[in-house]
């Protein structure tokens, strides 16, 4: 079976993995991490990593072109609406007008769990704006519909909470999710190993966004690869078509034109 490009926002992308910019020892590493992990892709925190607003530090576009991986401004550490559509405007004027934003109001600081009220407020003020609005928000099947509903190119449910590890927790929650989109859904937050890449892949999602899955391995730039064949893999096996699940053995040789058949 032939398998189609992910498309967001008119764009094709040959990668279904998207990975982040934070935690990485050095602006380098990321990049070694970002080419092993065959990503076209990078989502970088405007409050946190200097694109230019601040002329006097290190600059991430200096070492990570925009001329060759697409630059996917996100607002982590905004709390409510107004701070994310701030966050979001001032991504634009730093990369020249640029549109694709991916949005996330925290609820709170001990859990990252997203506000997802504040989320739907943000969406509508961006979408309305012009913006193409990637959005992390919960695994509730209502509010991703909503999103998509508002404009949003690409709906991103956790898998766990940021930064856990934990893989996807609730699986069956990200099927009635992709049942219902007509848009990509990209599990974003919760990876921890390249099993929990494969297994969101496996469910059907479009893509996964991780960051601290690679950032914080032993080895980024071996744990970037180890991604790129999960995913990679996962998305073959979700297009082969597993095996049904059966409570009793099957045999793996047909019985029938055997000697005493």
């Given at each position: 079976m032939q398998d ?18 934070g935690k990485?020892?050095?602006f ?6 970002l ?6 892709m ?6 946190r ?5 601040n002329a006097?530090?290190p600059?991430?576009?200096?070492v990570?072109?925009p001329?060759s991986?697409t ?8 709390y ?5 559509v ?13 549109k694709?934003?991916?949005l ?5 600081q ?5 506000n ?7 969406a509508?003020?961006?979408?309305a ?7 992390y928000?919960?695994?509730?099947p209502l ?18 909470p ?10 069956y ?17 919760g990876?921890g ?6 297994i969101a ?5 479009h893509g ?11 080895q ?5 690869s180890?991604?790129?064949?999960a995913?990679?893999s996962g998305r073959?096996a ?12 099957s045999?793996s040789?047909?019985?029938?034109g055997?000697?005493?058949?």
């Open positions: 189609q490009a992910l498309r967001i926002a008119g764009v094709d992308y040959r990668s279904r993995l998207i990975i982040g910019s990485y020892k050095s380098e590493e990321n990049l070694a991490a080419e092993a992990s065959g990503a076209e990078i989502t970088v925190a405007i409050r990593v200097n694109l230019g607003q006097d530090e600059n991430l576009l200096d990570i072109s001329n991986y630059i996917l401004p996100n607002t982590a550490g905004c409510t609406a107004e701070d994310a701030r966050t979001c405007r001032l991504a634009r004027e730093l990369l020249d007008g640029h694709l934003v991916k996330e109001v925290l609820g709170d001990k859990t990252l769990y997203p997802v009220t504040e989320t739907v407020v943000a509508e003020q961006l979408v704006d012009g913006f193409d609005v990637m959005v928000t919960s695994d509730d509010i991703a519909k909503r999103l998509e509903e508002i404009g949003c190119v690409a709906v991103m449910p956790l898998g766990a940021i930064g856990s590890g934990l893989g996807i927790r609730n699986p929650n990200i099927r009635l999710i992709l049942e219902n989109a007509s848009v990509p859904i990209i599990v974003d937050a990876v190993t390249a099993s929990d890449a494969s892949m496996e469910l059907g999602c996964v966004l991780m960051n601290t899955a690679i950032a914080e391995a032993k980024p730039v071996l744990m970037a180890a991604m790129k064949k995913v990679e073959e979700f297009l082969a078509g597993r095996m049904p699940r059966r409570l009793y053995a045999a040789s047909p019985l029938d055997t000697i005493n058949n």
